[in-house]
């Protein structure tokens, strides 16, 4: 008995990782952050098309590791401070992000500050 309920629970996880699909999203802003005269950092404000939260998209292109710091400034006048210390060269990194939905009450990402980028 305990070997059959083992077997069912996992196809039921099988089955449920295997439905999974990723949903349409829409980027609507993108920044360039520049370090000597060369574009070291794109971050970017998306939202899925069927509704609910967004994400923003941090890509570093630079060649070196570095620590990024940024702030998503919304347009209802919050704000969000996100880091990635030693993020890698050509690394891109996704955070959820319920106010980068122009459809939430944040309305959106209106601008985003990069506030640090130190070469190690």
Do not use: K
């Not at 570093?60 to 704000?79: D, K, P």
């Amino acid at each position: 008995m305990r070997a059959i309920l083992i077997a069912i629970a996992a196809t039921g996880i099988v089955g449920l990782a295997g439905e999974s699909r990723a949903q349409p999203s829409n980027c609507y802003s993108e920044w360039e952050f520049s370090s000597g005269g060369r574009v070291v950092v794109e971050i970017s404000a998306c939202e899925y098309t069927r509704g609910g939260s967004g994400f923003y998209r941090v890509e570093h292109l630079g060649h070196e590791t570095a620590n990024v710091c940024w702030t998503l400034l919304f347009r209802n006048g919050r704000e969000d401070r996100q880091c990635y210390l030693g993020m890698p060269p050509g690394r891109v990194s996704r955070g959820s992000c319920f106010s980068c939905n122009r459809g939430s009450e944040g309305g959106g990402v209106r601008d985003v500050v990069l506030r640090r980028y130190d070469v190690r």
